[in-house]
């Protein structure tokens, strides 16, 4: 059995969806806001923070495993992740995500899932493996 592509929208990222993360989780980053010396930054548009973007594989692995989702999923870690260009604030984000095919471990099932993020031009502005646990009773 070889691997299994999702693909998916992830949806726009507005301004009001940033600046609740960043009030959450404290980001206190000025790249994520508009700001007046916008010119002295290295991105010409405020952008969305990283680990926003690392947050949403939470949907990702949902919509991935679907109807056939197991009992749970456990997060047993991420891998490679990078950011290779910005997303900037009000961009739509789409993805990509690359399931291995399950591997027993200790009664429960060891996937590895490959994603990657777009945005609307079809650049990468995310990409990572996340190693997951799938278990729960057989149905």
């Given at each position: 059995?070889?691997?299994?592509?999702?693909?998916?929208?992830?949806?726009?990222?507005?301004?009001?969806?940033?600046?609740?993360?960043?009030?959450?989780?404290?980001?206190?980053?000025?790249?994520?806001?508009?700001?007046?010396?916008?010119?002295?930054?290295?991105?010409?548009?405020?952008?969305?923070?990283?680990?926003?973007?690392?947050?949403?594989?939470?949907?990702?692995?949902?919509?991935?495993?679907?109807?056939?989702?197991?009992?749970?999923?456990?997060?047993?870690?991420?891998?490679?992740?990078?950011?290779?260009?910005?997303?900037?604030?009000?961009?739509?984000?789409?993805?990509?995500?690359?399931?291995?095919?399950?591997?027993?471990?200790?009664?429960?099932?060891?996937?590895?899932?490959?994603?990657?993020?777009?945005?609307?031009?079809?650049?990468?502005v995310f990409s990572g493996r996340s190693k997951?646990?799938?278990?729960?009773p057989e149905r």
């Amino acid at each position: 059995m070889g691997d299994t592509v999702h693909t998916g929208d992830l949806g726009v990222i507005d301004a009001a969806r940033v600046a609740e993360f960043l009030r959450i989780t404290g980001d206190r980053q000025w790249i994520h806001q508009p700001h007046e010396s916008q010119a002295d930054s290295p991105f010409p548009e405020p952008v969305v923070p990283g680990f926003l973007l690392v947050s949403l594989l939470s949907a990702v692995i949902d919509a991935v495993f679907g109807l056939d989702r197991p009992h749970y999923v456990i997060n047993g870690g991420l891998d490679a992740v990078r950011f290779p260009a910005p997303l900037t604030i009000g961009g739509r984000l789409s993805y990509s995500a690359t399931r291995t095919p399950g591997r027993p471990m200790g009664g429960r099932t060891f996937v590895e899932l490959r994603t990657e993020m777009f945005d609307a031009e079809a650049r990468t502005v995310f990409s990572g493996r996340s190693k997951l646990l799938l278990g729960g009773p057989e149905r």
